[in-house]
């Protein structure tokens, strides 16, 4: 289900990579996904979505995207360090 790279190359693989979000249904961390409520939720893949919310539900939530559910991307620069850190996690 998870569509985040489950490689960390050599010269990372002592220190943990740091993702900006974490998927709900698979863990991984992420730079691109859907929000869903305004950050009630996030999916990584329309498949991790897709096993909470059809797509039927999906567009009814999405609401031609006037509402707090989105696809959107994040860069490095929205990592919170402040808050709890969100390491890679793919298996």
Not at 46 to 72: F, I, R
Not at 73 to 85: A, N
Request: net charge negative.
């Amino acid at each position: 289900m998870c569509k985040q790279s489950n490689s960390i190359p050599s010269s990372e693989a002592n220190s943990p990579k740091l993702f900006p979000r974490k998927c709900d249904t698979c863990r991984c961390g992420m730079f691109e996904g859907y929000v869903v409520g305004g950050g009630e939720k996030y999916f990584c893949s329309q498949g991790c979505l897709n096993t909470v919310y059809t797509q039927k539900e999906w567009k009814s939530l999405y609401a031609e995207g006037n509402s707090e559910s989105y696809y959107t991307e994040w860069s490095e620069e929205d990592i919170d360090h402040e808050d709890e850190p969100i390491f890679e996690t793919n298996p």
